[in-house]
């Protein structure tokens, strides 16, 4: 495994690592009605079909990313999604860390490429994307349901770009 140099944020070291079911309230950051959805993400953990990784501040989350073991396994590959640092620690390399370890993650796991879909209002993801490596493959509309303040669930459609690297040399 590549050795990545330390990232100090705030005098503290960055770490990377698995959600567990006791991260589920510290996930919400005051976003009570996402509590569902959070838990929807760790079941899936607990039944193997994702890994959630945190990036994490003293053992605090800051951010999260999950990887796709299911949807792309007949094809040999992962995909990632749901993926977010807190805005006051954003532009610090978090998120180039933390997609790099889920790199790391999907090579062990013997997949041989990363997938990301990003929206085409969100050229600074895709740049970031880019620059790690990842090439466009095509586009497409995702849709996913999103939980609101007042309990109900609104479907949501994002018109998206498909990219992906192959990690053959991860
Ligand atoms: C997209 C996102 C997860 C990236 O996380 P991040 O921690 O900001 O990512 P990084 O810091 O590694 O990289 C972001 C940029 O900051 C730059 N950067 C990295 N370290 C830096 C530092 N120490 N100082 C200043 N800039 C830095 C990177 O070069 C990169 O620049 P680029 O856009 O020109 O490529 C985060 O911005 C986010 O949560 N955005 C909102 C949600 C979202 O859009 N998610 C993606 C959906 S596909």
């Known amino acids: 495994m590549r050795e990545e ?9 960055l770490g990377i690592r698995q959600a567990r079911q006791t991260d589920l ?15 929807a ?7 193997g079909e994702i890994v959630m990784l945190l990036p994490t501040l003293d053992d605090e989350p800051i951010g999260h ?3 796709d073991l299911v949807a792309l396994q007949d094809e040999g590959g992962v995909y ?22 889920a790199e790391e993650i999907a090579v062990q796991a013997g997949r041989t490429f ?10 600074d993801a895709r740049r970031l994307y880019e620059r790690l490596g990842y090439q466009l493959i095509g586009e497409r509309v995702d849709s996913w349901l999103s939980a609101q303040p007042d309990g109900s669930q609104v479907e949501v459609f994002d018109n998206n ?5 192959s990690l053959g040399e991860v």
């Open 41 to 47: 993400f760790l079941d899936r953990q607990a039944r």
């Open 65 to 67: 990313l999950a990887i």
């Open 80 to 101: 990632l999604y749901w993926f977010h640092v807190l805005d006051p620690f954003a532009r610090r390399g978090i998120g180039t860390a933390v997609v790099r370890r």
């Open 161 to 165: 770009w498909v990219l992906r690297k």
């Open 114 to 123: 990363s997938e990301i879909a990003v929206g085409k209002n969100n050229p």
């Open 25 to 39: 309230e510290r996930i919400l950051w005051g976003n009570e009605h996402q509590r569902a959805s959070r838990q």
């Open 5 to 13: 140099p330390l990232i100090f944020v705030d005098g503290k070291v």
